[in-house]
């Protein structure tokens, strides 16, 4: 079975400082894709970085990058001069490469709760 | 304009009635998805439609019947609402089968149901 573990249930970072949001995923598939989704209080789930598994360069969006570790099935999110508006859940998802394993939908962590403080 | 739009937003409705929510996208997608986020933030895969098909059934009671009527709507339909559906549901679409290039889930703002 593929599952997306997150450690952190809740985080908390000062404003400006940089945070690292945990996650690993366990499958057999080596070739898939992984995404960090944030969901605010609005509810409103958006996604924040996404990366390939078969891409060794890892991620960059602005201030979002990631750290995949291929062979350790890592996959952190690094927030970088962090904002109040950061405040958020955010979630690690994997779907692999399509068709493989019959696998049709994007299966996400448990979230971890980030609050950034003023 | 909002890709993917589920009405209504919140819905409270008593034990035992029927209830249906409604999604829409308008971003040219041919795959969507209803997702469940129970209290704790779980979010699990109901159903996946693509080009009006259900592709996966994710052992969800039969209570529940999603409907496509075309590509870009699917419906969720809940039969004899029980307390345990108390939950946001997510209304999700994608341009082709997860797992494709760049194929990333766009989804809608969530409703909240509360069974009393």
């Known amino acids: 079975a593929q599952t997306v573990t997150q450690s952190q249930p809740e985080m908390s970072v000062q404003e400006a400082e940089t945070v690292t949001l945990s996650c690993t995923y366990d499958?057999?598939?080596?070739?898939?894709?992984l995404f960090w989704y944030k969901q605010p209080p609005s509810r409103q789930m958006i996604l924040v970085i996404r990366?390939?598994?078969?891409?060794?360069q890892n991620a960059t969006e602005n201030r979002f990058s990631v750290n995949f570790q291929k062979a350790a099935k890592s996959f952190s999110l690094k927030i970088s001069d962090s904002q109040l508006g950061d405040t958020a859940m955010y979630f690690c998802a994997f779907t692999p490469l399509f068709g493989a394993s019959g696998t049709y939908k994007y299966i996400f962590g448990t979230g971890t709760r980030l609050k950034v403080l003023a | 304009d909002t890709a993917v739009s589920q009405t209504p937003k919140y819905l409270v409705t008593q034990m035992g009635n029927d209830k249906s929510i409604k999604c829409e996208q308008n971003l040219g997608h041919d795959t969507m998805y209803w997702y469940k986020q129970d209290s704790k933030k779980f979010l699990k895969i109901m159903f996946s439609y693509n080009n009006k098909e259900l592709i996966i059934n994710e052992t969800v009671p039969n209570r529940f019947s999603p409907k496509s009527p075309d590509k870009a709507h699917l419906n969720l339909h809940i039969n004899s609402l029980e307390l345990g559906d108390s939950a946001v549901y997510f209304c999700?679409?994608?341009?082709?089968?997860?797992?494709?290039?760049?194929?990333?889930?766009?989804f809608g703002q969530g409703t909240r149901l509360t069974v009393v």
């Open positions: 990366q390939e598994a078969y891409k060794q």
């Open positions: 499958t057999s598939e080596s070739n898939y894709y």
């Open positions: 999700a679409s994608s341009q082709g089968l997860p797992g494709r290039m760049n194929t990333e889930a766009f």
